[in-house]
C-alpha cells in the first residue's frame, strides 16, 4: 500500500524540511509539525514554492501528530524528550514513528561531533520509552546530509540504515525508495540505534575534514534486490 501521508515534527528544521520536500516531490501529502503554528504555516508555505503541486500543510505539533499514522520526528536530541511526553497522548493508535534523533553535541570549533551518553542506550529506544504501548517505533535517516536534502535538483545517494520494529520497516523502505537512488537497509533490532546513531558525527567530523558538506554510508556486498 502507498504512503498517502506523513507528518514532520520538526518540520521547520533543516533535515525535516528537507525530506518533507523530497517526500513531496514523490507525491506524499506532507503535515509540518512545529511548536509554533505560525513557523509550520511559513514552512509549508516554502515547501509549495519549492515542489509544484505539492499538498502540505502546516500544524502545531499536537494537532500534526493527531493528523497521520506515520511521524517523522526530526528535532535536536536536547528537546527530544520533552517533545515526546508532550505528544504522547496525541499519537493514533497503532502509528508509526520514524525517529531521527542524534545524540550529540558540538565539540570544540563548533561542529556536532561528540557523542552523548543516553540512559537508554540510544536516542531511538529514548524515545520508544517515551510512547504510548501501541506504537511501533524506527530509528532511520541519520545519515542524509540536510544540505543535500535540500538542494531538491541534486540526486541523492547512499543507505539508509534502518533500526525498529519488523511491522514498520515495510513503510520506512517505502518513503527511502520514494527519495530515487536511495537504498533502504535493514540494520536489525532498535538497540542496533546505539550503533547507527553515532555515524552521523563520523560523518559531521568527516565533512569537516574533506570540506565537504554530504559525506553517507554504503553497505557494499549485498544482492541486488535487496
Known amino acids: ?28 501529502e506532507i503535515v509540518v509539525g512545529s511548536r509554533d503554528k505560525g513557523r509550520a504555516d511559513e514552512a509549508a508555505q ?62 570544540v570549533g563548533g561542529k556536532a561531533t561528540q557523542v552523548l551518553g543516553v540512559w537508554d542506550g540510544s536516542a531511538a529506544e529514548q524515545a520508544k520509552a517515551l510512547l504510548p504501548k501501541g506504537i511501533r517505533l524506527c530509528a532511520a535517516f541519520h545519515s542524509l546530509a540536510a544540505a543535500a536534502l535540500n538542494e531538491l535538483d541534486t540526486s541523492l545517494e547512499g543507505d539508509v540504515l534502518v533500526c525498529g520494529a519488523k511491522d514498520g520497516k515495510e513503510r520506512v523502505r517505502l518513503l527511502v525508495e520514494a527519495i530515487p537512488n536511495l537504498r533502504f ?42
Open 1 to 28: 500500500m502507498p504512503i498517502e501521508r506523513v507528518a514532520v515534527v520538526g518540520g521547520t528544521g533543516d533535515e525535516g524540511f528537507g525530506l518533507a520536500c523530497r517526500w513531496a516531490k514523490a507525491g506524499i
Open 46 to 107: 516554502n515547501l509549495k514554492a519549492l515542489v509544484a503541486g505539492a499538498r502540505v500543510q502546516g500544524l502545531e505539533n499536537s494537532d500534526a501528530v493527531a493528523a497521520s499514522d506515520i511521524v517523522c520526528v526530526t528535532v535536536p536530541f536536547a528537546g527530544q524528550a520533552a517533545i515526546y511526553k508532550s505528544l504522547a497522548e496525541h499519537f493514533r493508535d497503532g502509528a508509526l514513528v520514524i525517529d531521527c534523533t542524534v545524540p550529540v553535541a558540538a565539540a
Open 185 to 226: 537497509v535493514d540494520a536489525g533490532p532498535l538497540s542496533n540505534a546505539r550503533l547507527v546513531e553515532p555515524l552521523t558525527a563520523l560523518l559531521v567530523g568527516i565533512n569537516h575534514r574533506y570540506g565537504i558538506d554530504r559525506a553517507g554510508i554504503e553497505i557494499t556486498g549485498l544482492p541486488p534486490d535487496a
